[in-house]
């Protein structure tokens, strides 16, 4: 259910005095290409839902989880059955390093599968049917009981992204320290992402060696250094590319890189589209812009 739609963005209706929008979908309505401000969590409940975002393809099995990150392009077939969608504004709970470094390591988004989190699967199907049982009962505190699940939900995540490091961790205490230290290299990377930040820097910054520090980097998060950096960066130009003032030149600076080209080939590999491209389809202001200039 798009409420409001101009060009590929959509405007979240959310639910007077909150900032949440969660319904029991049974339409059989193609959804287009779109993107909005709020995460986004789909489960069906009944038959199949196929999902397209960032070029992947997905076809979600009955309880299973997507969830997509704020900002991220996607598109549903019309498929019969009922899923549950929610929406939730999450840029105040952004402020905690844990689910900022949390949204970093799943961007785009997240399939969540029995085989996926085996450990962790369980409750999150469970607390994806109390989100929905809460909001649509609507009692006393009812908006601070979903976000406290919702926080509940990146907390598993984590942890299950924090027990790969077991295999290196002789023992309990042994793995806490690595899970703190890794969280304390998150934070010093957002801190310096958009510096000249090598890995060099970062294995320093940790204590241990490069090919220590790539290796447990990896287990812990998910993914390379590199694009976990690379992924900050395209972050940030993302916001900077809505000040029309800038170029895509200086956003590509102020963004930590070194060259427009490698700018717009790492954008283009993350976002499937370049800096120009993003404008034209996030910010219909562009377009405007650009068909003004053609009429004169």
């Known amino acids: 259910m798009i409420e409001h739609l101009e060009g590929t963005h959509e405007t979240v209706n959310y639910r007077k005095n ?28 009944h038959k199949e839902y196929r999902v397209e975002y960032a070029d992947l393809r997905v076809t979600l099995g009955e309880g299973e989880i997507l969830i997509l990150c704020p900002g991220v392009l996607h598109h549903y077939d019309a498929c019969e059955g009922e899923r549950y969608i929610i929406q939730a504004e999450i840029t105040s709970v ?3 390093r844990e689910v900022d470094a949390i949204l970093t390591i799943i961007q785009p988004g997240l399939l969540i599968t ?21 909001y649509l009962e609507s009692g006393a505190f009812f908006e601070a009981s979903i976000y406290s699940m919702l926080l ?3 907390v ?9 490091t077991q ?8 793995q806490k320290k690595y899970v703190e230290k890794f969280m304390e ?7 310096h992402c958009l510096e000249n930040l090598s890995l060099e820097d970062a294995a320093s910054y940790s204590g241990f060696s490069k090919y220590h520090f790539t290796r447990l980097f990896k287990q812990f998060t998910g993914t390379t250094f590199y694009k976990y950096l690379n992924q900050k960066r395209i972050t940030h130009a993302e916001r900077s590319l809505s000040d029309m003032s800038l170029s895509v030149t200086d956003v590509a600076l102020s963004s930590g890189f070194n060259s427009i080209s490698s700018f717009i080939r790492m ?8 800096p120009s491209e993003f404008r034209r389809m996030y910010w219909p202001q562009v377009r405007e812009q650009e068909s003004h200039g053609a009429g004169h």
């Open 156 to 164: 598993l995540i984590g942890r299950s992204r924090a027990q790969n």
């Open 185 to 191: 290299v998150c934070s010093y990377i957002d801190e």
């Open 267 to 274: 954008f283009k590999i993350m976002k499937g589209c370049t």
């Open 114 to 134: 029995k085989q996926s989190f085996p450990d962790a699967y369980d409750r999150i199907h469970e607390l994806v049917e109390q989100i929905e049982q809460e």
């Open 167 to 174: 295999r290196f961790a002789a023992d309990e205490l042994r």
């Open 152 to 154: 509940e939900i990146f």
């Open 94 to 96: 952004l402020n905690l």
């Open 18 to 45: 909150t900032n949440l929008k969660i319904y029991d979908n049974i339409q059989y309505e193609e959804y287009p290409m779109h993107w909005h401000s709020p995460i986004e969590i789909v489960m069906p409940v």
